[in-house]
């Protein structure tokens, strides 16, 4: 549970809401970006950024090796298909905007 | 378990293995007095068991599995207080799963999903809002458990359901904090920790400045790690360069992740949205000062404590697990009378054995059962 999976920010689903798409592992969903967001800064520059995404919240901008590693770690550990199957399974929002 | 060669950098592995060895036996500990290291991090545990770190250590190194798995330290007062208000027939239960299998004093979530309560595991916080706002009718209630690394998302989902105004939803906050829970542990008396490794992912949201106390204090060492085997071992040389040179100092090695002052938009909205209990109790450990969390008076209405009735019991953990002093480090888990017979992670007894993080399930799926004989 205290895992955080590296996902990177595609797309924008909601400015005012700071709702961003993320790209985990081929998985995409709505993931809040208040804690990564930028005082000042459009949500657009989001895009491309790789996040920590805990829980449906993108927690912490890693850079790409680093994304690169956890991912190599948690498939290692076991935990990447299971965050994955619940990231599916367990959302009730859609995975991903349907514009 | 794996060996040294199939790590991501099996050379930097072994430089470090050998550098650990090196220092250690500087310290003039004996094999009776070994130099103990509390990972406080569920997820340490898992990658300590899963690489399998100790097997590669000098034996003068020996790795404590501190109380950082939220759902092992959950008393089962609190599963029986979820399983009653997921009972309620106006209820929608919704849970991260790995809460769902937590035995309660009569039944675990998934039991009482069994018997009919509508319990629906989600990923998100966020989709239990999704579930208050389709279902204007039923009352949504998101079981909030975790530390400081999923805090802020029940937060901010609880700001948002105030923003939304949607009048469906609360929260049944169980959130725990590890800072009066560490000082918790090193007041025990016979507490023998000599450092600790500091987990990554809280520390990404509270930084490093909440754990000087514990090198001002009490004089132990804390280095807070990544989950790569390379970073568990760089965080335990850290450590023993500090007790080989006298000193004690909170340390980042994960500074790629963990700034040093934490998430300030993550903690601006724990703060806003939590206030301290008074007291909150642990599985194993009872109670301890200020360890949790509830709802400010502000976001009072998304209190499912408020909102419902629970029976808020408190249950005394089976007499036969010995969770509370694997969590302290007095006992190894293959010490527990029930561990691996009447508890195993299909048909768990006690909290360590339902999580992959908890120590008791790490040493039953890893074999960790030298010294057994």
């Given at each position: ?99 | ?114 018997d009919g309560a509508d319990v629906r595991m989600v ?99 804390l280095v807070v790690a990544g989950f790569e085997p ?45 206030e301290p209990r008074p007291t909150f109790e642990w ?91």
């Amino acid at each position: 549970m205290c895992l955080g999976i590296p996902g990177r920010i595609v797309a924008i689903a909601d400015e005012d809401a700071m709702l961003a798409v993320v790209d985990v592992s081929g998985v995409r969903r709505t993931v809040d970006v208040v804690c990564v967001a930028q005082e000042g800064e459009p949500l657009e520059a989001l895009i491309g950024v790789w996040v920590l995404v805990h829980v449906g919240f993108a927690m912490s901008r890693i850079d790409e090796e680093e994304a690169a590693a956890t991912l190599k770690v948690l498939a290692e550990i076991g935990e990447m298909e299971g965050e994955l199957d619940a990231m599916r399974t367990g959302s009730v929002a859609p995975l991903a905007p349907a514009n | 378990m794996r060996f040294v060669d199939e790590f991501r950098d099996p050379a930097l592995a072994a430089a470090l293995i050998r550098e650990i060895g090196t220092i250690c036996a500087t310290l003039g500990r004996a094999k009776d007095d070994p130099v103990t290291v509390m990972e406080v991090c569920g997820g340490h545990t898992h990658a300590i068991f899963r690489y399998g770190l100790e097997g590669l250590l000098p034996d003068l190194i020996e790795f404590v599995h501190g109380p950082g798995c939220p759902v092992c330290v959950l008393p089962m007062g609190r599963v029986d207080d979820c399983v009653a208000i997921a009972e309620r027939p106006e209820v929608i239960f919704a849970t991260f799963g790995d809460a769902m299998r937590v035995p309660g004093s009569r039944k675990s979530l998934l039991q009482a999903k069994a018997d009919g309560a509508d319990v629906r595991m989600v990923y998100s916080p966020l989709d239990a809002l999704e579930l208050a706002r389709r279902n204007p009718d039923r009352e949504v209630v998101f079981f909030g458990l975790g530390f400081e690394t999923t805090m802020p998302s029940t937060a901010l989902t609880v700001q948002r359901a105030a923003r939304e105004r949607i009048t469906n939803f609360s929260l049944f906050c169980n959130h725990i904090t590890i800072i009066p829970t560490l000082r918790a542990l090193l007041e025990q008396p016979d507490f023998g920790i000599d450092g600790f490794i500091g987990p990554g992912h809280v520390s990404m949201v509270i930084g490093t400045a909440p754990y000087r106390f514990i090198a001002e204090e009490f004089r132990k060492p804390l280095v807070v790690a990544g989950f790569e085997p390379i970073d568990l071992l760089q965080s335990l040389l850290m450590i023993l360069r500090q007790m080989a040179a006298g000193e004690a100092r909170i340390e980042n090695q994960y500074a790629r992740v963990v700034p040093e002052r934490g998430n300030p938009s993550a903690l601006r909205a724990v703060e806003e949205v939590y206030e301290p209990r008074p007291t909150f109790e642990w599985r194993g450990l009872g109670s301890i000062e200020r360890s949790g969390v509830r709802l400010r008076e502000p976001y009072a209405a998304f209190d499912a404590e408020r909102r419902f009735a629970v029976p808020d019991v408190k249950v005394a953990d089976p007499a036969a697990c010995r969770c509370g002093e694997v969590l302290t480090g007095a006992v190894k888990p293959w010490a527990c009378p029930v561990f691996g017979t009447t508890c195993t992670p299909e048909m768990p007894l006690g909290a360590l054995m339902v999580s992959s993080e908890g120590a008791c399930a790490a040493y039953y799926q890893y074999g960790g059962l030298r010294g057994a004989a």
